[in-house]
């Protein structure tokens, strides 16, 4: 029997998806229930696990996927690419805070390194604000270049030219009618 989400997502699905589609564009997997999170994060393989929780504040998601995107075109990055979305995918969101970043203060967006089901580099919303995507790629490229050894980048350099990045304002965003 397919799992399915208990809670609706707070906004409407259709104008969130641009957002969703500029992580999955440069090869992130949407992990958008809690089995899917657990069967990427339980995986004890020694290899690394970029998470990122999407979200639709402007501001700091603004400069969050912008500048996850141009940290993938690094010469290392991690070996998988996965997301949930704050507000979107709640249940998932929920086995990901709970199971796997137990310590960490929730916020969105939030990017974060797991290895083995643990966290080895977190970057929270707080680290995010205020900053340029360039210079949260910055903040991950050091990181990617401690923790990760695939080789990169997650896409081409000619592919990565024509990403458009989603921009809007979270309270512009229409909330879901289902609510």
């Given at each position: 029997?397919?799992?399915?989400?208990?809670?609706?997502?707070?906004?409407?699905?259709?104008?969130?998806?641009?957002?969703?589609?500029?992580?999955?564009?440069?090869?992130?997997?949407?992990?958008?229930?809690?089995?899917?999170?657990?069967?990427?994060?339980?995986?004890?393989?020694?290899?690394?696990?970029?998470?990122?929780?999407?979200?639709?504040?402007?501001?700091?998601?603004?400069?969050?996927?912008?500048?996850?995107?141009?940290?993938?075109?690094?010469?290392?990055?991690?070996d998988?690419?996965?997301?949930?979305?704050?507000?979107?995918?709640?249940?998932?969101?929920?086995?990901?805070?709970?199971n796997?970043?137990?310590?960490?203060?929730?916020?969105?967006?939030?990017?974060?390194?797991?290895?083995?089901?643990?966290?080895?580099?977190i970057l929270?919303?707080?680290?995010?604000?205020?900053?340029?995507?360039?210079?949260?790629?910055?903040l991950?490229?050091?990181?990617?270049?401690?923790?990760?050894?695939?080789?990169?980048?997650?896409?081409?350099e000619?592919?990565?030219?024509?990403?458009?990045?989603?921009?809007?304002?979270?309270?512009?965003?229409?909330?879901?009618?289902?609510?």
């Amino acid at each position: 029997m397919p799992e399915i989400n208990l809670r609706p997502p707070i906004y409407d699905p259709a104008a969130v998806q641009p957002m969703r589609d500029e992580l999955i564009y440069v090869g992130f997997n949407e992990t958008v229930t809690p089995a899917k999170v657990d069967e990427t994060l339980s995986l004890k393989d020694d290899k690394t696990t970029f998470v990122v929780i999407n979200s639709v504040c402007g501001c700091a998601a603004g400069s969050a996927r912008p500048g996850a995107t141009l940290a993938l075109q690094n010469k290392n990055i991690p070996d998988r690419l996965i997301t949930v979305f704050a507000g979107q995918d709640r249940d998932a969101v929920d086995t990901l805070r709970n199971n796997y970043l137990k310590d960490v203060p929730p916020s969105s967006p939030f990017m974060a390194i797991v290895k083995n089901g643990e966290p080895v580099f977190i970057l929270p919303r707080h680290y995010i604000e205020g900053r340029t995507p360039e210079q949260v790629s910055e903040l991950l490229v050091d990181a990617f270049n401690e923790f990760c050894t695939n080789a990169g980048p997650s896409i081409s350099e000619e592919a990565y030219a024509k990403l458009v990045h989603a921009r809007a304002c979270g309270s512009s965003i229409p909330l879901n009618e289902s609510n």
